[in-house]
């Protein structure tokens, strides 16, 4: 039961990642959910294994459809594997507690900006002439590409909102750029994992046959219904973010608070 579990999370991951991101919000949980005791690395790594074909495939899709300027995005992806791997090296030297904190509250803003802005990423209207976009593109995949490496939650939405707020995508567009790019910095996260024997692959190789075809779903039903279905898409998955990057971070420091208090009123 618990790999019929997990290998339906995996489709509806592969769903909601295609559309706008944060499948990781679906089936990380339900990994550590089906497989308590388990090393946190492993279960980590088969999520990305799972997640790399998801966006490949979504980018496939996408690319079917929308044509992709490769002359652009060919940099920028060499730019998110190399920045990912660099954030995944800095990952055991540099804390990302203060990371954590204010994550939610990053996210928090966003939400009310993207909810605030109607008009936000539904024309697609590009800002920079090609050559210019291509150092755009190479810099945002840089600085994305690294905080995937290096922490991770939310970086399709990161890369979304970026791509519409200062390139002038629409969400569709934005979408289907950010797919390529995550590819690149799931795939340098993943060879990590790969090498220190961390994937399952009697288990990653079915989720991932759930994931691309969920992804595949995805991609079609955000074709078909446009930017405006992406844009809900990214405000309903933005907030489910928000709520387990604020528990994830906040619920710990305030139980400490609270079993501290306790210990002080005791004395």
Not at 52 to 67: K, M, Q
Not at 79 to 94: F, I, N
Not at 131 to 160: C, K, N, Q
Request: proline share 4%; charged share 10%.
């Amino acid at each position: 039961m618990d790999i019929i579990f997990v290998l339906v999370c995996a489709g509806l991951a592969g769903f909601v990642d295609a559309v706008v991101g944060g499948g990781g919000l679906i089936l990380v949980p339900a990994l550590f959910s089906a497989y308590p005791n388990a090393p946190s690395a492993t279960l980590l790594g088969n999520n990305k294994s799972v997640s790399l074909w998801g966006t490949l495939f979504a980018a496939w899709n996408f690319s079917r459809r929308i044509p992709l300027p490769w002359a652009q995005l060919t940099p920028a992806v060499a730019c998110s594997l190399l920045s990912s791997l660099a954030g995944a090296w800095c990952l055991g030297l540099l804390p990302s507690t203060w990371l954590r904190l204010a994550l939610p509250l990053i996210l928090l803003a966003l939400l009310i900006y993207t909810w605030t802005s109607k008009r936000l990423g539904q024309d697609h209207a590009p800002r920079f002439a090609a050559h210019r976009e291509t150092w755009v593109l190479m810099g945002v995949a840089a600085v994305i590409g690294f905080y995937d490496g290096f922490f991770g939650p939310g970086t399709g939405s990161f890369l979304i909102f970026i791509l519409v707020r200062y390139l002038g995508y629409d969400f569709l567009h934005a979408s289907s750029y950010a797919k390529v790019l995550n590819s690149a910095s799931n795939a340098a996260a993943l060879s990590l994992f790969v090498s220190q024997g961390q994937i399952w692959w009697y288990l990653a190789i079915p989720m991932a046959l759930c994931n691309v075809a969920g992804s595949l779903g995805g991609t079609t039903l955000a074709m078909r219904l446009g930017s405006r279905f992406v844009r809900w898409m990214f405000l309903l998955v933005v907030s489910a973010l928000i709520v387990k990057t604020a528990w994830d971070a906040y619920a710990g420091l305030f139980n400490t608070m609270v079993s501290t208090g306790f210990r002080a009123s005791a004395l």
